[in-house]
T-cell receptor, first 110, second 112 residues
């Protein structure tokens, strides 16, 4: 069966520091991968999606970037964090039409 | 993109009660999912239901694609049903590889 991992689970970072969140999927090949952010405990916003290695589509202009260096690895990054980057970041994968989500990373920027 | 509205935004019920959650969407879709977000933030897949009716234990869902709405029914509520319920559809009509648009959710509290 397929599983999706995210790390770290929680992260507290100062403003201006860099960020790297990692997502890996097991048990499937060539999945579509997604990054979402949830702010204030309600509603998820799509940030990036990828249909293959090196292919990234950005949905919202922002302080973040994404990369897909391997088939089942998706990375969310920032060079300098802003207070507004705080939130709950969820990675998701899709093979057919249904999306499945990882456990998420809770990021607090101070 | 497609807009999603969920109602009610908040719902407080006693254990054992039944409830109906509604999701309206602004354009035709070929994909609709219901999720339950538990207190730890985990999004749990409840139903993939672009049309028709499905049942899973005390939960069932119906999507009427031609009228652009979906309903989630919870019967004999338990305290473990508490959390936020989200409806999500593809960002754009016709679907594709792009991601999902989520409603703002229904925050359900089941009191013992």
């Amino acid at each position: 069966s397929q599983t999706i991992h995210q790390w770290p689970a929680t992260l507290v970072q100062p403003v201006g520091s860099p960020l790297s969140l990692e997502c890996t999927v097991e048990g499937t090949s060539n999945p579509n991968l997604y990054w979402y952010r949830q702010a204030a405990g309600r509603g998820l916003q799509l940030l990036f999606y990828s249909v293959g290695i090196g292919q990234i589509s950005s949905e919202v202009p922002q302080n973040l970037s994404a990369s897909r260096p391997q088939d089942r690895q998706f990375i969310l990054s920032s060079k300098k964090l802003l207070l507004s980057d705080s939130g709950f970041y969820l990675c998701a994968w899709r093979v057919t039409n249904e999306q499945f989500f990882g456990p998420g990373t809770r990021l607090t920027v101070l | 993109g497609i807009q999603v509205e969920q109602s009610p935004p908040d719902l407080i019920l006693q254990e054992g009660a039944n409830s109906t959650l509604r999701c309206n969407f602004s354009d035709s879709v070929n994909n609709l999912q219901w999720f339950h977000q538990n207190p730890w933030g985990q999004l749990i897949n409840l139903f993939y239901i672009p049309s028709g009716t499905k049942q899973n234990g005390r939960l069932s869902a119906t999507t009427v694609a031609t009228e652009r709405y979906s309903l989630l029914y919870i019967s004999s509520s338990q305290t473990t049903d508490s959390g936020v319920y989200f409806c999500a559809v593809p960002k754009y009509s016709g679907g594709g590889a792009d991601g999902l648009t989520f409603g703002k959710g229904t925050h359900l509290i089941i009191q013992p």
